[in-house]
Every structure is written in structure tokens, then in C-alpha cells.
């Protein structure tokens, strides 16, 4: 059986990658969705100030947790990410997975919300499903069927027309299928 990536204790490759090649400098992030903390934990570890931010009670306990086994210092916040006190500002968002779970008419909210909390030149990274993975159906279809089937697929095109009045596109790769020893 082979656990869901989301489920591991082990971060992201792509953001392992991103830090070792120094693309990503050091500094404030906000962990959004932080889910299980491994994330979190591993910025924690390289130097960065960390904010974490999931609405689950659980998934703030593990990342507590994680934090405490690894010794580093990881700030939890409980709470939705459109509620979060905007008075920081975070020299990188990292959203590992929830971006493809909010409805389309709350992307205006979601991208004006990173804006305020980024600095001047701050990096937002998001891991979303692409065309081969999560539901591949139309924002009609999702309102038309009150569903959005575990997480919407975004195809490049379609994620650079979501953002490209407010962002600039530094980057786009898919995952790398890892082995869970690596």
C-alpha cells in the first residue's frame, strides 16, 4: 500500500529542490494548508521564520508535534485562510494542496489575500494538481454538480491565466515521482 504524498512525513521534493538550488531566500513564510507540518518543519530547519496555517485541529497538532520531534520552531495558527490576520507580511507563501480545493468564485479572494501578505517581490509557490491529476471539469461543471470531486486540476494555461495579472511565472514543473525511501 502506498500512502498518499500529502500523507507523508517527508516534504515536498520540488521544495527541497527549490531551497538547496538557493532559489528561494530565506526569510518569513506562511505555510498555508500546512497539513502534517512536513513542510513546515523542513523551512523551520533551513532557517526560515514559519507561520502555519490549517483549518484542522488535528493537522495543527501534528505539525506541533513534528515540529517538537525535529526541534524547530514552527508558529500554528488554527483557522481559515481567508480569516488570517493580515498584519505580517511573509517573504514566501507555500500552499502544498489547497489551492485546488477552493472554489472558483473565491480565486479573486484567494489571490488578493496572497497580496497582502506578501512583501514587495515575495514568492508564492503552490502545488496543485495538474491535467493528469484531480478533477479535470469546468468551474460550470463544479457549480452545476455542487462538487469540486477532491481537488481541480489545473492545466499551465489555465493556472497562468488565473494569476498572471498579479504574479509573474518564475517556475513550472511537475512532481517527481519519488520512492518513499527517497
Known sequence: KVDHPLSSVFPDESLIDYLDSGKIPIGNVLDIGCGNGRNSVLLAEKGFTVDALDISDLAIEKTEK??????????????????????????????????????????????????????????LAIIAFNEKMGASISDFEIYLNRNMEGGISYPLEKLKSIFEKRFELLDYREMKNMSPED
Open 66 to 123: 513534528l515540529a517538537r520531534t525535529h526541534k524547530v520552531k514552527v508558529t500554528t495558527h488554527r483557522g481559515n485562510f481567508f480569516n488570517f490576520n493580515k498584519n505580517k507580511k511573509y517573504n514566501l507563501i507555500y500552499d502544498a494542496g489547497m489551492f485546488h480545493h477552493i472554489f472558483p468564485h473565491r480565486r479573486p479572494e484567494y489571490i488578493d489575500s496572497v497580496c497582502e501578505l506578501l512583501v514587495d517581490g515575495g514568492l
